[in-house]
Nanobody
Framework: QVQLVESGGGLVQPGGSLRLSCAAS????????MRWYRQAPAKEREFIAT???????NYADSVKGRFTISRDNAKTTVYLQMNSLKPEDTAVYYC??????????????????WGQGTLVTVSS
């Protein structure tokens, strides 16, 4: 079974920083694109950032210049460094990736996997 597990959320004051991590585990053959999303209370899930295996990145305008996405390909882990946090950044943050798995029984499969989410609260 393949899963993504986020960590690093918590309570931070406005202007502060947090670093989120998301680790993939299971019978993984490859992970190309890894993404971060967030969902604030009573709002739809919102795209935040994406990174390819080669290191190309893309960000939502709302976080550009404040958030940085990076990854450790050897460990199939993606990070989100969040600086200059604002109260409007308060949300549950989710990791997402299409993951190619391999088992002898079924061979190669591509699965769209989501993590369980980690809560970030920005408040004084």
């Amino acid at each position: 079974q393949v899963q993504l597990v986020e960590s690093g959320g918590g309570l931070v004051q406005p202007g502060g920083s947090l670093r989120l991590s998301c680790a993939a585990s299971g019978s993984i053959s490859s992970v190309n694109i890894m993404r971060w999303y967030r969902q604030a209370p009573a709002k739809e899930r919102e795209f935040i950032a994406t990174i390819t295996r080669g290191g190309s990145t893309n960000y939502a305008d709302s976080v550009k210049g404040r958030f940085t996405i990076s990854r450790d390909n050897a460990k199939t882990t993606v990070y989100l460094q969040m600086n200059s946090l604002k109260p409007e950044d308060t949300a549950v943050y989710y990791c997402n990736a299409p993951i190619v798995t391999y088992t002898q029984l079924v061979g190669y499969r591509s699965l769209e996997v989501w993590g369980q989410g980690t809560l970030v609260t920005v408040s004084s």
